[in-house]
C-alpha cells in the first residue's frame, strides 16, 4: 500500500449505532484520491434514488484528501458530502483547520454515516476506539458551550470537535457545521442534515503519524513554503489581516453585491470594511494543521462576550456590509458571533436577510408578516443592524416569519407570492455568493453550470486575468493557458475553455482536499509543486493530466448524482438580476446577457464531453475517465 492513507473508511448506521469498516484497495484511492471524489462514490453507490436530505437514508461523507495529516503545507481541509436540502442536489462543503487532519491521525480515511439516532447524540473516536454519547443535555445549546464541554469530558484538550447549533438541530436549510470553533462547513445546508439525524457533534482525537514516503522532499517543500509564501501579495494580505482584510478592495472596485444584487458597489461601505478597522480588531492568529500563514485570526471588540470565534471573513463583511448595506463594523462582529453561535452559513443568511429588506424597501412585507419577531422599533431597512440580528434569530430559531425564511431564498418567494421570486438571488435554490457575476463574466458561468450551486471556489476569478491583475498571476498560469490578460466581463470562446480547464483545478483540489489559499491558481505553491507534494507523501508519480482527470471524475459524478435526483440543464441558469445592468459604481452598465450566457453553457457540455443540449454525459466520457458504473443512474 502506497503512503498517506490507512486504507479503512469507517462506516457508522445511527439507527442500530452499527459500526462497520470499509477496506478499498489502492487502485480505489488512485482513482478517487479521498475528498469530494470518494465522498460522491458513496452517495450514488449507497444511497437510494430520490431520497429526501432528510430521510435517515440520506448519508453524510466525512472525507479528507489522501495526503491530510502528513505534515505538509496546505493539507488542512477535510470535506462533507451529503445530498443537500437546499439544492436537493449534490451538496458538498469544505473547511480548513483542524479536524480532518486529526481524523487521518486517528487512523481513518474517510467517515459514511447513514441513519438516524433515537435520541440526540454525539460520536467520539480516538484512534481506532469510536463511541457514542448523549447529547441530550447539549441539545439547544450554542456551539462554543457543546465544544468546551465535550472537549471537557473527553479530557485532552487536543480533541478536535464539529458540532452544528440551534439552527441545525432545527434543520433551517442553509445550517453549518462548526470545527474548533473557527472553521465553518458553510454552505449547502450539511449542519441542517446532521441535525435531521440527531447528530450534536463529531469528536476526534488522533495519536498515530500518517505515513510519508519522502519526508526529507516533504520537509523542504515544507521550509520553502514557510520561508517565502509570504512572497506572494495575496497570501501576504491573508496572512496580514485574514480573509477578511480581500473585502476592502472588492468593496473599493465595484465587484461585491450591494442592497440583494441591486448593484456592485456600496456607497460609504469602506467606512466599516477598511483594513485599519479590521485590522484594529484582530487579536491574533489561528493556524491551520501544520501551517504558518494564519489565514484565519481572533477577534475582541467592546460588547462582545468573551467569545472564542474566530474574526469576521470575507464573505460575511461582504454580504451583510455591503448586500444589507450594515456600515457599522461592531454590528457586523455581532452577527459573526451569532452566525458561528447557531451555527449559520453567514452566506445565504446574508442573502437571506438582504431579500427581507428589498421586500420591504419596495413595500412587499409590512410589520405583520414579521409578527413573532422581536424587532420592536427596528425596521428590517437596509443598513439596520439591530433588525438583521433579530432575523438571525427568529430564523435560526424557527420562530415566525423565521420559519419560512430559514427555507432559503427559492422556497421563500414560492411562499410568499410571484412579486418576490425576482427578489431571491439563487440558483439551484443555493444563494450566489457575494462576488458579482456582473463583473466577472467566468465566474458566472462557473456559478450556473456548478453542480454544487454557485460557489466562489468553482473557478477562478476573472480579474485576476484582467489588464490591471499583476502580472505574475498570469504568468504562472501560462500552464493552464492563460497567456495573456482578458476582459473580466467579456465571455467569449477563450473564456469558456478557460472557465472548464480552471474548474478542473478547483475540482482536482476539492478532491485533493488542498487549500486554495496556498496554492495556484493565485496563491504562493505552483503546479508541480502539487506533483511534488504527493509524491512525497504517497509516493505516486502524478501528472497533471491525471490530476486534471480527478478533477473531471469528480464534476462528472456530481452530475451525474444532480440528474439521477431530477436536476436537469434547466437548473443551469442564474438569477434576474445579473442580467440587469449595474446602475452605479466602478462596474456601471456591466451584466451578463442571457444569450450569451446560454451560448457559453452549451459550449461548456461540449467540451466537458456531455450532450450539448441535456448536458448528459456520453457514455465514451464516463468510460474515458474510468466510471462507466456511473451509466447505471442515468
Not at 439525524?197 to 520537509?219: F, Q, W, Y
Not at 457575476?437 to 458561468?445: D, F, H, I
Amino acid at each position: 500500500m502506497a503512503c498517506g492513507y490507512w486504507g479503512k473508511i469507517l462506516k457508522i448506521n445511527l439507527e442500530n449505532l452499527n459500526i462497520s469498516v470499509d477496506y478499498p484497495d489502492d487502485l480505489f484511492y488512485r482513482t478517487y484520491m479521498g475528498g469530494a471524489c470518494l465522498g460522491a462514490y458513496y452517495l450514488l453507490k449507497e444511497m437510494p434514488p430520490g431520497t429526501d436530505a432528510f430521510d435517515p437514508a440520506n448519508i453524510m461523507v466525512f472525507s479528507p484528501g489522501i495526503a491530510t495529516g502528513a505534515r505538509g503545507p496546505g493539507l488542512a481541509r477535510h470535506t462533507v458530502i451529503t445530498k443537500s436540502p437546499l439544492s436537493g442536489g449534490i451538496g458538498e462543503s469544505q473547511a480548513e483547520g483542524l479536524w480532518g487532519s486529526e481524523l487521518k491521525r486517528a487512523g481513518w480515511d474517510a467517515i459514511v454515516i447513514s441513519g438516524r439516532a433515537q435520541t440526540p447524540i454525539y460520536i467520539s473516536i480516538s484512534d481506532s476506539t469510536v463511541s457514542f454519547k448523549s447529547a441530550e443535555e447539549l441539545w439547544g445549546k450554542s456551539v462554543a458551550d457543546v465544544h468546551g464541554n465535550i472537549v471537557s469530558d473527553s479530557g485532552d484538550p487536543g480533541t478536535r470537535v464539529a458540532v452544528i447549533g440551534q439552527a441545525g438541530e432545527n434543520m433551517v436549510r442553509y445550517a453549518s457545521i462548526i470545527t474548533d470553533l473557527a472553521f465553518a462547513h458553510n454552505r449547502l445546508g450539511v449542519g441542517a442534515v446532521m441535525g435531521s439525524k440527531n447528530l450534536k457533534a463529531i469528536s476526534v482525537r488522533g495519536t498515530m503519524d500518517v505515513c510519508v514516503s519522502d519526508p526529507v522532499s516533504l520537509e523542504s517543500l515544507n521550509d520553502f513554503f514557510s520561508k517565502h509564501f509570504t512572497e506572494n501579495s495575496v497570501s501576504q494580505a491573508t496572512h496580514e489581516f485574514g480573509m477578511g482584510g480581500l473585502a476592502t478592495g472588492l468593496c473599493r472596485d465595484g465587484l461585491v453585491a450591494s442592497r440583494n444584487y441591486r448593484s456592485s458597489f456600496m456607497p460609504g461601505v469602506e467606512k466599516a470594511l477598511n483594513s485599519e478597522n479590521i485590522l484594529s480588531h484582530n487579536a491574533g492568529d489561528i493556524n491551520c494543521f501544520n501551517c504558518p500563514q494564519a489565514c484565519q485570526k481572533k477577534t475582541t471588540a467592546p460588547g462582545l462576550s468573551d467569545t472564542p470565534y474566530a474574526a469576521p471573513e470575507l464573505e460575511l463583511l461582504c454580504m451583510f456590509g455591503s448586500n444589507c448595506g450594515i456600515q457599522e463594523y461592531s454590528k457586523l462582529l455581532e452577527i459573526n458571533e451569532l452566525c458561528y453561535s447557531y451555527g449559520l452559513d453567514r452566506n445565504s443568511t446574508g442573502s437571506v436577510i438582504a431579500f427581507v429588506m428589498d421586500a420591504w424597501d419596495r413595500g412587499l412585507i409590512d410589520r405583520d408578516h414579521l409578527s413573532g419577531i422581536e424587532l420592536g422599533d427596528k425596521i428590517p431597512a437596509f443598513g439596520n443592524g439591530d433588525a438583521a440580528l433579530a432575523l438571525i434569530h427568529a430564523i435560526a430559531l424557527r420562530r415566525g416569519m423565521g420559519t419560512i425564511l430559514a427555507e432559503g431564498t427559492q422556497r421563500a418567494a414560492a411562499v410568499l407570492g410571484n412579486k418576490f421570486l425576482d427578489l431571491a438571488v439563487q440558483s439551484k435554490g443555493v444563494e450566489l455568493p457575494a462576488h458579482d457575476p456582473r463583473t466577472k463574466a467566468m465566474l458566472g458561468l462557473g456559478y450556473a453550470i456548478s453542480p454544487i450551486g454557485p460557489s466562489t471556489e468553482v473557478v477562478e476569478h476573472d480579474t485576476d486575468f484582467d489588464e490591471t491583475a499583476p502580472v505574475w498571476m498570469i504568468h504562472q498560469n501560462h500552464t493552464m493557458g492563460v497567456l495573456r490578460p482578458m476582459r473580466a466581463d467579456i465571455l467569449d470562446e477563450y473564456k469558456i475553455g478557460l472557465a472548464y480547464r480552471l474548474q478542473q483545478v478547483f475540482s482536482f483540489m476539492d478532491s485533493l482536499c488542498l487549500c486554495i489559499f496556498a496554492f495556484v491558481p493565485v496563491r504562493f505553491l505552483q503546479y508541480h509543486h502539487i506533483s511534488t507534494l504527493l509524491q512525497a507523501v504517497c509516493g505516486w508519480d502524478i501528472s497533471l493530466f491525471e490530476l486534471m482527470q480527478l478533477g473531471r471524475r469528480r464534476i462528472t459524478m456530481f452530475r451525474v448524482f444532480n440528474l439521477r435526483e431530477g436536476l436537469s440543464a434547466r437548473d443551469d441558469w442564474l438569477p434576474e438580476k445579473v442580467f440587469q445592468p449595474i446602475p452605479d459604481g466602478p462596474r456601471k452598465g456591466q451584466k451578463m446577457d442571457k444569450s450569451t450566457l446560454r451560448r457559453a453553457i452549451k459550449d461548456y457540455y461540449t467540451l466537458a464531453g456531455w450532450d450539448r443540449d441535456t448536458g448528459v454525459p456520453t457514455r465514451v466520457s464516463l468510460a474515458e475517465l474510468d466510471i462507466s458504473w456511473c451509466n447505471e443512474y442515468l
